[in-house]
């Protein structure tokens, strides 16, 4: 197991920002995609950004431009970094992490966190 720690939702208003944390336990994310989901209340988990081993990233249409996706290998950390939020980005986000897939489909990805909660008040 991998365990990941999300941190850094919260309650904010329309157009402000909030920084998301997901700490591995060991120095996995040097070698491991990490990727963030979220899912709003009566809708089913979608993705919204990942980044490679590599370095690459990907991102849902809707929030290009606004969320960052980066990593520090050295504190084994994935963040997301989401600026000018809205209301429609009110969801539980949850990180995860795959050694072997690179990509959008949550069946990919075999390590999750338990999700932090992110709302955006209009």
């Known amino acids: 197991q991998v365990p990941l720690v999300e941190s850094g939702g919260g309650l904010v208003q329309a157009g402000d920002s909030l920084r998301l944390s997901c700490a591995a336990s060991g120095r996995i994310f040097s070698s491991f995609a990490g990727a963030w989901f979220r899912q709003a209340i009566g809708k089913e988990r979608e993705f919204v950004a990942y980044?490679?081993?590599?370095?690459?990233?990907a991102y849902v249409d809707s929030v290009k431009g606004r969320f960052t996706i980066s990593r520090d290998n050295l504190k084994n950390t994935v963040y997301l970094q989401m600026n000018n939020l809205k209301p429609e980005d009110t969801a539980v986000y949850y990180c995860a992490a795959s050694k072997l897939y690179e990509g959008r489909n949550e069946i990919g990805y075999h390590y999750w966190g338990q999700g932090t909660q992110v709302t955006v008040s209009s």
């Open positions: 980044i490679t081993w590599s370095g690459d990233t």
